[in-house]
């Protein structure tokens, strides 16, 4: 292995990077649910809108991709799996077939009340090795945390010009995740 070198800038240390942190603990949480979803033939994605459609009764799909924090495109892959199980139901408005609602099927709650046990128990493990107030105290932070960060302008780097060597390594072709553009 080569030696490496730190960067130039002075970036705070890896292990104090927030996205980090929350992406560590999402996967320790995670790692606790994983196999009763297994044991049931759902994906983590398909599990978060199950258990988001138990709570309304009719959503239209971009609320549910902003309450299951999917991309749209993700989403209907997701939905058209579902579907195809039986385990939601798609509606289109007669005043506009374009609109789309969802709502959990009746199958669909039978298959989330056998999971419930299985889900109830990893949260009871979780609330006693980490602490019933801890996770008050937890949820209470993440909270605030988004409200505040929700409260800001949303940063825009639009008009800013990189220097000639970097822009060389960026290029105009942009990869990854494409970016929800809200206002």
Not at 19 to 46: C, D, G, K
Not at 69 to 87: F, G, M, Q, V, W
Request: with cysteine; aromatic share 4%.
């Amino acid at each position: 292995m080569t030696e490496s070198r730190p960067a130039n800038v002075r970036l705070r240390s890896f292990s104090r990077s927030l996205p980090m942190a929350l992406l560590v603990a999402r996967e320790a949480v995670m790692n606790r649910f994983r196999s009763s979803l297994h044991l049931f033939n759902l994906t983590e994605q398909q599990w978060r809108v199950l258990r988001a459609l138990t709570s309304v009764h009719q959503v239209e799909v971009l609320d549910l991709a902003k309450a299951t924090c999917l991309l749209a495109p993700s989403l209907s892959r997701i939905l058209r799996d579902l579907e195809a199980r039986s385990l939601v139901l798609r509606e289109h408005p007669e005043a506009d077939m374009r609109r789309s609602l969802i709502s959990i099927s009746p199958r669909g709650l039978l298959l989330i009340d056998a999971v419930a046990p299985y889900s109830e128990t990893t949260y009871a493990e979780i609330t006693e090795v980490f602490g019933k107030d801890r996770m008050d105290l937890l949820h209470g932070l993440l909270k605030e945390l988004t409200q505040a960060l929700d409260a800001l302008p949303r940063p825009d780097h639009s008009g800013v010009e990189l220097g000639e060597e970097v822009a060389g390594i960026v290029s105009d072709r942009r990869r990854g995740r494409p970016r929800n553009e809200r206002g």
